[in-house]
């Protein structure tokens, strides 16, 4: 069945750029039949939707976030990307990558999550 | 502040029922999208547990019940049990901001 795998790095410096990975198995990004999205939580808050991508790249980012957000896919390697640059104290989070059917307006599946700081 | 409302926490005893509301307006529950809920279980991702308003994923038991109403939308918890201690999220889209958006979660205690 079908898992989504988040990864990279925990800590991450002020004004550096976050770059996290999710890797999908049991299902191909390529069959076109999902959006992969991100999704984060503030420590100890609530759910925020950062932007999802399909399996041709195209991409829709959160309006708040979207001069700072960059997604990829690369299909050979199964697995979609999310770039937010110029990052402060307020962008710790934990990071979840999850997917939504084309038709559907929830997220089915979510990865484990990542907790990305943000520090000096 | 959340565009969708959802009270801060919930409490219940075992085998009891209770009731999470999640508020929103015009451009998202009163346009006509369907209301979801998660369910997260302490430093566990969330899990899909209500789509569509009323329905319920393969695997989720009957006592998770969901329903919508107007701007507004209801989880109702029957027979509570000590594992349905969680953190319950409501999701829907909002045709104004062009988002997918979260109400504050609710924290369900059972006593």
């Known amino acids: 069945q079908k898992q989504l795998q988040e990864s990279g790095p925990g800590l991450v410096r002020p004004s550096q750029t976050l770059s996290l990975t999710c890797t999908v198995s049991?299902?191909?990004?390529?069959?076109?039949?999902?959006?992969w999205s991100w999704i984060r939580q503030h420590p100890g808050k609530g759910l925020e939707w950062i932007g999802h991508?399909?399996?041709?790249?195209?991409?829709y980012h959160n309006p708040s976030l979207r001069s700072r957000v960059a997604m990829s896919v690369d299909t050979s390697k199964n697995h979609f990307s999310l770039k937010l640059k110029s990052v402060t104290a307020a962008d710790t989070a934990v990071y979840y990558c999850?997917?939504?059917?084309?038709?559907?307006?929830?997220?089915?599946?979510w990865g484990r999550g990542t907790l990305v700081t943000v520090s000096s | 502040q959340s565009v969708l409302t959802q009270p801060p926490s919930v409490s219940g005893a075992p085998g009891q029922k209770v009731t999470i509301s999640c508020t929103g307006s015009?451009?998202?529950?009163?346009?006509?999208?369907?209301v979801h809920w998660y369910q997260q279980l302490p430093g566990r991702a969330p899990k899909l547990l209500i789509y569509?308003?009323?329905k319920r994923p393969s695997g989720v038991p009957d006592r998770f019940s969901g329903s919508k109403s107007g701007t507004s939308a209801s989880l109702a918890i029957t027979g509570l049990q000590a594992e349905d201690e969680a953190d319950y999220y409501c999701?829907?889209?909002?045709?104004?901001?062009?988002?997918?958006?979260f109400g504050g979660g609710t924290k369900m205690t059972v006593l």
């Open positions: 569509d308003n009323t």
């Open positions: 049991g299902g191909s990004i390529s069959s076109g039949d999902y959006y």
């Open positions: 991508i399909d399996h041709s790249g195209s991409s």
């Open positions: 999701q829907s889209y909002d045709s104004n901001l062009s988002v997918w958006v």
């Open positions: 015009g451009p998202n529950i009163g346009a006509g999208y369907g």
């Open positions: 999850a997917s939504r059917e084309n038709a559907d307006w929830y997220f089915d599946l």
